[in-house]
């Protein structure tokens, strides 16, 4: 996934809309006795720093921003990611809908929490992205490392679409990449740049932490990006995001039915199964085609949406984190 750096007239404008319906502002090292004495333009616009913090806490570690350049490289991707707000706002609502599936996989192998922000970077929590570098899915598992932890990708399925599998096999390339490091920011970079490339920089800058490497642009800026998210998920309204429950996506209740044989027509088997394709396509985003050949046997786990997740008007209102909404 991708941030904006540069910041249009309309995203900033948006943005301070919402702070200022909220009746709050954002965090900004400008103080209103500032604005007032300032010069005056012919701007309708004031544009808000956001605050960056003297540490954070990531994985149970905290890490000190008093050196300039993390400071300067947290600020770079906090600011990015506060002023590509649609997509900030459309990840915290997705997140409501999906952590309650990824947080207890990650919790069952041992990962800290903080790494599901990894996924959050990775595809704004898309269950259908797809990079034009052909990676994947919510983790963004290209197809060979995909093969190599076990998903099963080809013309007619491909399980870097199924969420649990998919982060299953997330937590074993961390899990993997932990043990090799000692510490989950470099872990975190090799799952972006490659284990390979950060053993060897690791070795030859002399370093003991990604944090210290000087990388190609795009892994340098990875931890940062994460650590950003982790601020604004924790703390939306802080940074002026609004969102009253109702508005958060809702997990989805699921009937699962097992198929271990060739299924020669997925919409007129979900039809069969009181669905439409489309609906059947959005659970299973994993089926990649209208038939499945299964000349293996093996078994298969198909999701039906209960009637009641279908209707917004007869779902029950759940809120993973009460942080994300309005109080």
């Given at each position: 996934m991708s941030y904006l750096n540069n910041i249009s007239t309309l995203t900033i404008f948006l943005a301070i809309g919402l702070s200022c319906c909220a009746g709050n502002s954002l965090p900004s090292t400008t103080t209103s006795t500032d604005i007032e004495q300032s010069p005056s333009t012919n701007s309708p616009l004031t544009i808000i720093n956001p605050e960056i913090p003297a540490s954070i806490k990531f994985a149970d570690q905290v890490i000190d921003l008093d050196r300039i350049d993390m400071y300067e490289r947290l600020y770079r991707e906090l600011t990015s990611i506060l002023y590509t707000h649609g997509n900030t706002l459309l990840l915290i609502k997705r997140a409501n809908k999906l952590f309650p599936i990824i947080a207890p996989i990650l919790k069952d192998n041992g990962i800290p929490y903080d790494l599901i922000y990894l996924a959050c970077i990775e595809s704004t929590l898309n269950p259908r992205a797809y990079s034009p570098a052909k990676a994947a899915g919510i983790?963004?598992?290209?197809?060979?490392?995909?093969?190599?932890?076990?998903?099963?990708?080809?013309?007619?399925v491909d399980e870097r679409y199924n969420i649990e599998k998919e982060t299953e096999a997330a937590c074993k390339y961390l899990k993997k990449a932990y043990a090799e490091y000692g510490n989950w920011e470099s872990a975190a970079a090799a799952y972006n740049g490659g284990s390979n490339r950060i053993t060897s920089q690791l070795n030859t800058q002399n370093a003991d932490t990604a944090f210290d490497l000087y990388l190609v642009d795009e892994t340098s800026r990875y931890m940062f990006r994460i650590l950003a998210t982790k601020l604004i998920m924790e703390s939306p309204q802080h940074y002026g995001f609004i969102i009253k429950p109702s508005q958060l996506y809702q997990p989805i209740e699921y009937d699962t039915i097992e198929v271990n044989s060739e299924i020669h027509d997925w919409p007129t088997w979900a039809k069969n199964h009181g669905i439409n394709y489309a609906i059947l396509r959005e659970a299973n985003p994993w089926i990649r085609a209208k038939t499945l050949p299964n000349k293996t046997g093996k078994t298969y786990k198909v999701k039906i949406p209960k009637d009641k997740s279908l209707y917004r008007s007869t779902q029950d209102v759940k809120v993973y984190n009460t942080n994300w909404v309005t109080k």
């Open positions: 983790w963004q598992f290209m197809p060979a490392t995909a093969k190599q932890y076990g998903l099963e990708v080809n013309d007619w």
